[in-house]
């Protein structure tokens, strides 16, 4: 397995968008995306933040990109709402997310651990 | 009391909405009133089941709707503060310091404090209010508080995207704040104990 990759856009567009770029990138690696409010409008929601988490959990962790403060903090609710087992292999990349993830996606995809994906993603991104 | 803690709430929002949407045009994203609105729109749904809760359950319902219900960095935010609250209540402390509780929940979630233009630029003048006993004292603060985020710079949310173009709006989260503290005191001053 590697690490888990999740996008959090506020706008389902984007994070569809970024899904693929990602992909031609990093190939078959665990991922996940979700964007915009429950509704499908612009914004973040915690039951799909969650949900897009746990859809890639595994041991290796899993590297979360998120686009602007609101995305940010309801994904720090529902890393949360994991469980604290669970949730400590869960981190949140301080980086832009577009750059953060295709850089994060690729040190995933080539075997990288956890803390090297969230270091080169904040390094690079 | 928690039923008409809820109504009074809901209807400041939702007379509100407006308001807050207008305010946050300005400034931010301009959804703030449409997300909370949301979210208190679902509160007063579940006002009867969330009413026949112990104070401390009650509050962590209240926050858990407000967490998946808004929808924006706000949802997150007041419902930090009520679950903040919950577990301070939980533990049997006085109001006050269930309130600080809440504040201090706000604080970490926001990963902020006073001075950024923010809810927070209300609620801990409050907060720090109430816990001195001065409760005469805290619609006058919040008015007040309110206030002086207008001529701030915004270092954090959404408005701090827009730097110096911030100064000269009130910032909608303590706009909102202000109206939920007003609210919330209509309730406790009437002494409606249902």
Same mark, same amino acid.
Not at chain 1, 91 to 106: N, Q, Y
Not at chain 2, 139 to 160: H, L, N, Q, V, Y
């Given at each position: ?18 899904? *693929?770029?990602?992909? *031609? ?6 991922l996940a ?21 746990e ?44 750059e ?6 690729? #040190?995933?995809f080539?075997?990288? @651990? ?10 690079y991104? | 009391?928690?039923?008409?803690l ?8 939702? &007379? ?5 949407t ?6 931010g994203?301009?959804?703030? &009133? ?7 729109? #679902? ?16 509050? *962590? ?11 924006g ?5 007041? &419902?930090?503060?009520?679950l ?13 310091? *269930? ?26 003048? #409050? ?5 001195? &006993? ?17 001529p ?11 730097g ?10 303590? @706009? ?17 104990a249902?």
């Amino acid at each position: 397995m590697s690490v888990g990759v999740v996008l959090v856009s506020h706008s389902p567009l984007i994070a569809e968008g970024l899904a *693929q770029m990602v992909r *031609q990138m990093a190939g078959d690696i665990a991922l996940a995306f979700t964007g915009g409010d429950a509704g499908g409008g612009l914004g973040s929601d915690t039951e799909k933040i969650k949900t897009a988490i746990e859809e890639v959990w595994n041991e290796d962790g899993v590297a979360v990109f998120v686009d602007l403060g609101g995305a940010e903090m309801n994904t720090d609710v529902a890393i949360e709402l994991l469980g604290a087992e669970r949730a400590a292999k869960v981190r949140i990349a301080a980086a832009p997310i577009v750059e953060g993830a295709v850089i994060g996606a690729t #040190v995933a995809f080539t075997g990288g @651990t956890l803390e090297e994906v969230i270091a080169e993603a904040e390094a690079y991104g | 009391m928690i039923a008409s803690l809820i109504e009074r709430c809901h209807a400041t929002i939702a &007379g509100h909405a407006e308001v807050l949407t207008e305010l946050d045009r300005a400034i931010g994203d301009g959804d703030h &009133g449409i997300n909370l609105e949301r979210g208190f729109d #679902v509160l007063l749904a579940e006002k009867d089941a969330i009413a026949e809760l112990p104070w401390p359950k009650a509050l *962590q319902e209240a926050g858990k709707v407000l967490v998946s219900k808004v929808g924006g960095a706000s949802g997150a935010l007041y &419902g930090s503060f009520l679950l903040g609250m919950a577990k301070a209540a939980e533990e049997g402390v006085d109001v006050a310091s *269930q309130v600080e509780a809440g504040v201090a929940a706000v604080r970490k979630r926001g990963k902020s404090d006073v001075g950024a233009k923010t809810m927070l630029d209300v609620l801990v003048p #409050v907060s720090e209010a109430l816990a001195e &006993g001065r409760a005469g004292d805290l619609r006058r603060i919040a008015d007040e508080a309110r206030e002086a985020t207008g001529p701030m710079k915004a270092t954090r949310g959404r408005a701090s995207f827009l730097g110096e173009r911030s100064i000269g709006h009130c910032d909608p989260g303590a @706009t909102s704040a202000r109206l939920l503290i007003h609210a919330v005191l209509d309730v406790i001053e009437q002494g409606d104990a249902r």
